[in-house]
């Protein structure tokens, strides 16, 4: 059900990420400026011994995705996790966010940061549910949004992993 992103997969992630942003006001995909990841996704992430992960609908489009890449030693850093509004409430955002955080461990990751645009209130709901600490504070990022972003935290186990989230 989950697979690796392929380059040729960026037309779909654009229109995964236009369609979850067009739910809140102001938010805005700039795929020339904010969104070089997506320009060529799988090369983007497999650099950094990151990886990018998507589940298709039964049509083949993607209607979901997870990435992770390694910003320091010891550290994961979790980016692009949407589900198409008609594909939520299934699991599929636990279900990546599990596989992103096992590729984590087995890169030698004991923490997994993020960082959420503050307007994203249900997925923070669902980030402190699967185990992740908002932080303090905030950063403001200069993107066509003008997003200001809440970081969260959370420390990976080697064992156990595959129950840290909780899918309700």
Known sequence: ????????????????????????PGC?????????DLVAPSASYAATNGAFWAVEDARGR????????????GTAELHRLYVRPD????????????????HAVTQG???VVLWSDTRFTTAHRLYRRWGY????????????????EYRFEKKLQNAGLANSLKIA
């Not at 989950?2 to 995964?16: E, K, N, Y």
């Not at 805005?28 to 070089?36: A, E, K, Q, R, Y």
């Not at 993607?62 to 030693?73: I, N, Y």
């Not at 600490?133 to 200001?148: K, Y």
């Open 1 to 24: 059900m989950i697979r690796l992103v392929l380059d040729s997969d960026a037309q779909d992630l654009f229109g995964l990420l236009s369609l979850c942003y067009a739910e809140y």
């Open 28 to 36: 805005f995909v700039d795929p020339h400026d904010d969104l070089p």
């Open 87 to 102: 594909q939520r409430g299934r699991g599929l955002g636990a279900m990546l966010v599990r596989q992103a955080e096992s």
């Open 133 to 148: 600490t908002q932080w303090d504070g905030q950063r403001q990022l200069t993107d066509i949004s003008r997003s200001a």
């Open 109 to 111: 990751a004991s923490r």
């Open 62 to 73: 993607v209607c979901a995705c997870v990435a992770v890449d390694f910003p320091e030693t």
